[in-house]
């Protein structure tokens, strides 16, 4: 006997209905199709339209549960051998900002960096855990005070793995020789702060307009020595954000049309200096909607270079193809833990960096062992029953559960508990948020938006990518 796939459904601000399974297999349609569906009278064109989708399955078999199945699999990503790591040899910063997440150390103390052994105990580690491909982000503190620590990891990852990718987390504020030269190797990135706008830039970090000066004079070199490997992120306020016009105009300056829109994190120093950054609310989402909407006008006349929101255009790929894992907020079962860790100054081993926060701030100890005595895979098991959505009451009824992923940990930092009823959580409206204005821009009419989003996920041209039922 034939039957329809379960399936979810959510309206967007628009009317339309968007449907999926299980696996994700995205569709919209309308009220009168919702009631069909629901009453057991589909019409025959609605047979025929499922069918073709794969979404009616007739007997054991059946090529389109094979098919669903196939999806499925693809959504669910096995653990892999350790292939990102983020190490931070010191905890030590020259600068103070307010909204720092991690506990830092002024740039002068004593006991916060890696000592000769731990720094063979990590090699070890990245030696023993690692497989044949690595990427290693050095952060901090200000990673850069220690670049003979730095240098050491990046000399043995280039003997050991298979063109290995390195990171380097630096606030720019001082551009040595040394630094310079290790800025030009070809697989080394920089990615640094640039909070919308110089002024705002000036106000949160640098403070002095010698400092910002030279910080911009630095970026400029950087951007010379390592073409196309550079990147900024900007630690936005939300109650003191910048013009979009201003924060586009800033980014276009050194050329970066990539733009990850970033409000403050919940973490670290962030808790008690900006409270408010425990939920984004209104004022956010009218700021962000902004910037894409911006972006997407400047795009209509852009030639070759485009601006893009990194975070959208990577929830855009989400809905569309199963199997793409890279961003590790973004897949259920989220892995913590295992192709995936953070060693820091001290040697402990964390699952993620917010975890490493959490422990630096007091509040809860989620480190997963060191690199002196290896994994405790105990506590990591632990850590994995909130790390799938699929066994979530609440996520398993939402439409995009496959394309969305898990991140209890965010839910310890800002809720206290990871039990918390998911939409309740940042994580679940952040993303509900993202999705909806991702399926929305896919169905535009709009020739201005649909050529925005063809540059986005790299298309010829604009191409109809979510049916209607």
Request: hydrophobic fraction near 40%.
């Given at each position: ?153 990046i000399e043995f990852c280039r003997m050991r793995f298979v063109k290995p990718k390195f990171v380097l987390c630096t606030n720019l504020s001082e ?150 894992d890279a961003h590790i907020d973004l897949r259920s079962p989220n892995w913590l833990g295992f192709d995936h860790l953070v060693v820091d100054y ?72 990871a039990d918390v009823p998911r939409p309740l959580t940042a994580f679940c409206q952040r993303h509900l948020h993202i999705f909806d204005l991702a ?31």
């Amino acid at each position: 006997m034939s039957q329809v796939l379960p399936l979810r459904f959510r309206r967007l601000t628009g009317g339309e209905l968007v449907f999926a399974h299980e696996a994700g297999g995205y569709f919209v349609s309308d009220d009168p199709f919702l009631d069909r569906l629901t009453s057991d009278a589909l019409s025959e064109a609605d047979v025929r339209t499922l069918d073709r989708k794969g979404l009616i399955l007739h007997g054991e078999g059946d090529l389109a549960e094979t098919g669903f199945l196939q999806q499925l699999a693809r959504r669910t990503p096995r653990p892999q051998a350790l292939n990102y790591v983020l190490l931070v040899p010191t905890l030590r910063c020259d600068l103070a900002c307010s909204y720092c997440q991690v506990s830092r150390a002024a740039k002068q103390a004593k006991g916060f960096d890696w000592s000769p052994e731990m720094l063979a105990n990590t090699l070890a580690f990245l030696d023993r855990h690692g497989g044949d491909k690595i990427q290693i982000e050095f952060q901090g503190g200000e990673p850069t005070l220690r670049l003979d620590l730095v240098q050491a990891v990046i000399e043995f990852c280039r003997m050991r793995f298979v063109k290995p990718k390195f990171v380097l987390c630096t606030n720019l504020s001082e551009l040595s020789d040394p630094l310079r030269e290790l800025i030009g190797a070809p697989d080394v990135h920089v990615s640094t702060s640039l909070d919308g706008s110089v002024d705002l830039h000036q106000k949160r970090r640098t403070r002095t307009s010698e400092t910002t000066d030279q910080f911009l004079s630095n970026l400029e070199t950087a951007i010379a020595l390592a073409p196309g490997r550079v990147a900024a992120l900007p630690t936005l306020d939300p109650r003191d954000l910048p013009d979009p016009g201003v924060l586009l105009d800033t980014y276009d300056r050194f050329g970066m049309r990539s733009i990850y829109l970033r409000p403050i994190v919940y973490q670290g120093f962030a808790r008690k200096q900006h409270p408010q950054s425990r939920a984004m609310d209104a004022e956010w989402w009218a700021f962000y909607e902004a910037v894409i909407a911006d972006m997407i006008r400047r795009n209509a006349d852009a030639p070759v270079q485009y601006f893009e929101e990194y975070y959208l255009t990577l929830a855009m790929r989400r809905l569309l193809q199963p199997g793409l894992d890279a961003h590790i907020d973004l897949r259920s079962p989220n892995w913590l833990g295992f192709d995936h860790l953070v060693v820091d100054y001290d040697g402990q081993l964390y699952p993620t960096d917010e975890a490493r926060m959490l422990a630096r701030t007091g509040q809860i100890d989620l480190s997963i062992g060191s690199v002196g005595r290896g994994i405790d895979t105990a506590k990591r098991h632990e850590l994995q029953g909130r790390a799938f959505n699929a066994l979530d009451p609440w996520c398993s009824q939402c439409v995009y559960q496959a394309a969305c992923g898990s991140d209890p940990i965010d839910d310890l930092a800002r809720m206290g508990r990871a039990d918390v009823p998911r939409p309740l959580t940042a994580f679940c409206q952040r993303h509900l948020h993202i999705f909806d204005l991702a399926m929305e821009l896919l169905l535009s009419p709009d020739e201005t938006v649909q050529r925005s989003v063809a540059l986005w996920l790299g298309l010829p041209g604009p191409v109809q990518l979510v049916d209607r039922v």
